[in-house]
């Protein structure tokens, strides 16, 4: 082969689509290829070229729709694909918009690659949701075989489950653990379990409360349990150990059989389980100090977590239920340090912590529910320096206060139920701009410690009121519309309009806040109680609010979105630098900007969809 056409080879070779090709393939491609040169100004595709894919070699073309609207710009190694069909998808126009160099690949030898090459062919015959799946799975590879992610409940069970009826006296429970040398006792009632015993519900809920030996193991078990399924895998076990505070799950089989029950214990003789150790950590803290020695290990986890191919959804579950340990943490401290609460109270995390979507790199949202005994003259002070002591033991743990004071220690977020509700009432009623989006983050809202019931006595109010109000549901729906997603990558530069072209790609706004602004937003107007982005977006397809192919299209896009930002994260905390949520272009392949392009176009239509559904006017 001539040297020049070796060096067409070796360009072809670094176009993600084409790596797919075996050698033999990219060997022949080259004597394929019509090489063009057509200058700035010239009409695209010429109108003397026969239908086929272009590779953008040196130069630059703009893709524009029937509006003007500029829908991409293309660079080196990048596509455009023409076809001889008809094609309503196709852009009005295309523009040479610098002097360029293609090379043309005719529509009979790049139809004879697909039909030969299904990798090569996934590229361009898949639709977005399905390159996008196929993108989070390879995202996926790397974690090790024996991880947490890949390893099963069922794997790390260690012998047959000792259980004994409700019925069976204390000290014959206690002689049964004693001598199968077990912490925890499963009680089984016709054959279902129906309660746990443990070694500390002997301590405190027998001998300590003067309890007789000889009564029933029902006085002293627990019977609200946690469970777990034997195929989940030991990542989700580490989660609920995490989230719920506990040392035993019951491991419990579909049809409800019992098929042993698995340790926190377990799990540490396995590997990973960093977060349970943050949990005890954090809950067992004596002092603030404590506490902000947990919070500085955050950064750790998450790289921890990455490197073992955590998911999206496990990954910020495991984020948050520390974050959530020293919030409820610092609350019992703050009540050692000023006495009990004069009236219930509830604790609310808003924003990426109340939806469970949070990473190492946070702030703080969060506010007070009050009972409606509420007095300011009688009870104000206390909660006042309440909310500053558990903000400020937050701040001390790394989350930095929020800058637009949306914190408890605000009065305005610091309320009874009543007051509350108006609040909400006066946001729907009229709904301003400004209002609007402090509403956003109010609705993401979940109760960390105190009185949960507070928040669902807010709620029952709260939810019917924003689903009648169209009115609010449009100016809802305008809010969500407010970031429009970028049009790809020119270059080393991110392309988000004609006139805007950043040097990095900001992943919350650019992409993880415009999902979670869509699925807020379907969730309010369906009136839906869930809070994570991924579960609204389901639920909204359940209830027949979107279809199921947007909701997993951009569920999936958010899953991409999140665990890039995590990777990013990762490496910053590997090299010591400072976390943010700004990714450099040339930290990405090929491949990765082509995710990105799809995930980008996914919220892009749904943006759409959402302007004509909620009526909302103007024009982006």
Not at 564 to 582: F, I, K, S
Request: charged share 25%; proline share 6%; glycine share 6%.
């Amino acid at each position: 082969m001539a040297a020049e056409l070796w060096e067409i080879r070796d360009f072809i070779a670094e176009v993600p689509a084409f790596a797919e090709l075996p050698a033999a393939a990219l060997d022949a491609l080259p004597r394929r290829l019509t090489v063009r040169y057509l200058r700035r100004g010239r009409p695209f595709p010429p109108p003397d070229a026969e239908p086929g894919l272009w590779i953008v070699r040196s130069g630059a073309l703009a893709v524009r729709e029937p509006d003007g609207r500029l829908r991409e710009k293309l660079g080196e190694t990048d596509l455009y694909l023409e076809s001889d069909e008809a094609d309503e998808q196709k852009p009005d126009t295309v523009a040479v918009v610098e002097d360029s160099l293609f090379y043309q690949l005719p529509l009979p030898a790049f139809e004879e690659l697909v039909e030969a090459h299904p990798a090569f062919a996934w590229r361009f015959e898949r639709t977005r949701r399905q390159r996008l799946e196929r993108a989070l799975s390879e995202l996926g590879q790397g974690g090790r075989p024996e991880s947490l992610m890949a390893a099963s409940v069922e794997s790390l069970l260690r012998r047959e489950p000792i259980t004994a009826t409700p019925d069976t006296p204390i000290r014959q429970g206690a002689e049964i653990m004693t001598e199968a040398q077990v912490s925890a006792l499963l009680l089984l009632e016709d054959g279902q379990l129906v309660g746990l015993v443990t070694d500390r519900d002997l301590r405190r809920r027998c001998i300590a409360a003067g309890v007789s030996v000889e009564a029933p193991l029902r006085e002293i078990m627990t019977e609200t349990l946690i469970t777990v399924a034997p195929t989940a895998s030991a990542f989700e076990a580490s989660l609920l150990f995490s989230r719920h505070n506990i040392h035993h799950l019951p491991v419990v089989a579909d049809d409800g059989a019992l098929v042993g029950i698995l340790s926190t214990s377990d799990l540490l003789r396995h590997q990973g389980t960093h977060s349970i150790h943050l949990v005890r950590d954090a809950m067992a803290a004596p002092d603030v100090e404590a506490i902000a020695r947990v919070g500085s290990r955050l950064p750790d986890l998450e790289a921890q977590l990455v490197a073992i191919g955590a998911e999206a959804e496990p990954l910020g579950e495991a984020m948050v239920t520390v974050t959530d340990a020293m919030t409820r943490r610092l609350t019992e401290l703050a009540e050692q340090a000023l006495g009990l609460a004069p009236i219930a109270w509830a604790w609310a995390a808003l924003g990426s912590q109340g939806r469970r979507e949070q990473t190492a790199f946070t702030d703080q949202d969060n506010a007070l529910i009050l009972d409606d005994a509420f007095e300011p003259g009688q009870h104000g002070d206390w909660f006042e320096r309440f909310a500053r002591f558990v903000t400020d033991g937050l701040a001390a743990a790394g989350l930095e206060p929020c800058p637009g004071g949306t914190m408890a220690t605000t009065p305005d977020w610091r309320q009874p139920v009543a007051g509350w509700q108006a609040q909400f009432r006066d946001w729907i009623e009229q709904p301003e701009p400004h209002s609007v989006m402090l509403a956003t983050n109010f609705f993401d809202m979940r109760v960390v410690a105190g009185r949960e019931s507070l928040l669902d006595l807010l709620w029952d109010k709260v939810r019917p009121a924003a689903r009648e109000n169209t009115i609010f549901q449009r100016r809802l729906a305008n809010n969500a519309l407010a970031i429009r997603m970028p049009l790809g990558f020119f270059r080393r530069l991110v392309v988000v309009n004609d006139e805007q072209h950043d040097e990095r790609l900001d992943l919350k706004r650019y992409g993880l806040m415009p999902i979670a602004d869509l699925a807020r937003l379907h969730a309010v107007s369906l009136g839906l109680p869930e809070l994570h982005t991924v579960r609204r977006l389901e639920a909204a397809a359940r209830a027949g609010g979107m279809s199921d192919q947007a909701a997993a299209g951009l569920a999936d896009a958010w899953r991409l979105f999140y665990v890039l930002r995590a990777r990013h994260q990762a490496r910053q905390v590997r090299r010591g630098e400072p976390l943010d949520n700004r990714l450099d272009p040339e930290q990405l392949s090929g491949l990765e900007r082509d995710h990105l392009r799809d995930a980008f176009r996914v919220v892009d239509d749904h943006q759409r969809w959402v302007r004509t559904h909620f009526d909302v006017s103007g024009t982006r």
